[in-house]
């Protein structure tokens, strides 16, 4: 028993860790950009022209300003603590292609009148990740973490659609596009804790009984039962009932 805890306990503060990380890596690069009184806003996604490419890399580490900063954070935090922990065997695989490939959708599909920046696209991927886990893998844990996700993350998905120029919503709609993909690609890498135990009684040989029907009851073609009716076996030859 103190065993399991212990390996929660590690799991915990690793998952926390990487939690840490992601939002103070993001929050650095942004005080670094107040210090230097640079605008690094041109390292983001400019669609479908070759110098935007690298914002495939750069652009969820930017941000426009603090307050576009600080609404990234809590769901940052939350969403890749519950990746690490919840999903640690999948975690950097699926942290990576949704960071990834959200990034190349918004350079091949958005507006190419401007830079796209912020970490709300890989935010939409790990929601998107977590809800449709659930769905797709159907074990308790993962229906649970979708039932949190839709209450406590359920409104944005408001933010895949069009409103505020302002905002690259097509960062939004290629994340949440991204997660259900990856969510589905790795639905089959089912964590330790997920694995459903066998109980004894289940490995237990059939006891011998008597039956209404026939153990095969359901398994002969009825060309095989009239063939047994012809050669005489059994109560029902005679025709009573």
């Given amino acids: 028993?103190?065993?399991a805890i212990?390996?929660?306990?590690?799991k915990f503060k690793q998952s926390l860790a990487v939690a840490l990380w992601a939002v103070g890596i993001i929050w650095a690069i942004h005080l670094l950009q107040l210090l230097t009184g640079q605008d690094w806003g041109t390292?983001?996604?400019?669609?479908r022209r070759e110098f935007g490419l690298k914002g495939v890399v750069f652009a969820p580490l930017l941000h426009s300003g603090w307050k576009h900063l600080l609404a990234n954070t809590p769901p940052l935090f939350v969403l890749s603590g519950l990746l690490f922990f919840f999903y640690r065997r999948v975690a950097v695989a699926s942290l990576s292609a949704i960071y990834l490939l959200t990034g190349l959708a918004v350079w091949?599909?958005?507006r190419a009148n401007a830079f796209h920046i912020g970490a709300s696209g890989v935010?939409?991927?790990?929601?998107?990740?977590?809800?449709?886990?659930?769905?797709f893998r159907r074990n308790i844990r993962s229906i649970v973490l979708s039932l949190i996700v839709v209450v406590y993350y359920g409104g944005m998905f408001a933010g895949v659609l069009p409103s505020d120029e302002r905002v690259s919503w097509e960062s939004h709609l290629a994340g949440a596009l991204v997660g259900i993909f990856v969510a589905f690609w790795f639905k089959n890498k089912q964590e330790p804790e997920d694995r459903r135990k066998k109980w004894s009684w289940e490995d237990a040989p059939e006891e011998p009984g008597s039956?209404?029907?026939e153990r095969d009851a359901f398994q002969k073609t009825k060309a095989e039962r009239e063939a047994e009716k012809r050669e005489g076996g059994g109560w029902h030859s005679t025709g009573v009932w």
């Fill in 211 to 213: 039956y209404f029907l």
């Fill in 6 to 10: 212990d390996r929660a306990s590690l």
């Fill in 123 to 135: 935010i939409y991927g790990l929601v998107a990740f977590v809800f449709w886990s659930g769905i």
């Fill in 108 to 110: 091949v599909f958005a």
């Fill in 1 to 3: 028993m103190s065993t």
């Fill in 43 to 47: 390292w983001g996604i400019y669609p």
